[in-house]
């Protein structure tokens, strides 16, 4: 048996994570955190969020349980440069939710399976309760999209998601 030695440059031999500088902990972002006060002012309050924004310009995409009350709700918001460029206004979507849906992961879950229907599937019955909390949600991100979005999405910035994440690191 001939044994083969092969010379390995040492760079090679760093982790990659330590290579290309990419954080070895991935951190919880939170949108809705910098909400709490509107929020707790209609009565809702945040049981889960789940928050994913994509590389480059920053797309957006937001899951959450929301509560008022008796009431469980999911909230579906997507926004990014791309959308309000060529599709028009964020989406804003409050949805229901099925026995076991208990977390945002779970909504988001259902959400990646049916992409094309989990609006249908998910639409709540009484669609004057849908209406008003949509109303009340779209303030909400409005306010949020002015301060803590807005000039990301203006300004075409390359580096928008990288910024995003980093103003949206939750506390």
């Given at each position: 048996m001939k044994t083969l030695i092969i010379n390995i440059p040492p760079y090679l031999l760093v982790p990659m994570s330590d290579y290309w500088d990419v954080p070895e902990q991935e951190y919880?972002?939170?949108l809705l955190q910098f909400a709490k006060e509107e929020l707790s002012k209609i009565g809702y309050s945040v049981l889960s969020e789940?928050?994913?924004?994509?590389s480059g310009a920053g797309a957006m995409t937001l899951t959450a349980i929301l509560e008022k009350k008796d009431l469980r709700f999911g909230l579906y918001?997507?926004?990014g440069p791309k959308q309000r460029k060529s599709r028009g206004p964020p989406i804003i979507w409050m949805l229901g939710l099925l026995p076991g849906m208990n977390s945002a992961d779970d909504l988001r879950n259902f959400i990646l399976t049916y992409p094309?229907?989990?609006g249908t599937l998910l639409a709540p019955e009484?669609?004057?309760?849908?209406?008003?909390?949509e109303a009340k949600l779209?303030?909400?991100?409005?306010?949020?999209y002015n301060?803590?979005?807005?000039d990301l999405y203006d300004t075409d910035l390359s580096s928008a998601a990288d910024?995003?994440?980093?103003?949206?690191?939750?506390?």
């Open positions: 919880e972002i939170s789940k928050v994913e924004v994509c918001i997507h926004d094309h229907d989990f009484n669609t004057m309760l849908k209406d008003r909390k779209k303030k909400i991100y409005t306010f949020l301060t803590k979005i807005k910024v995003l994440r980093e103003r949206l690191r939750k506390n």
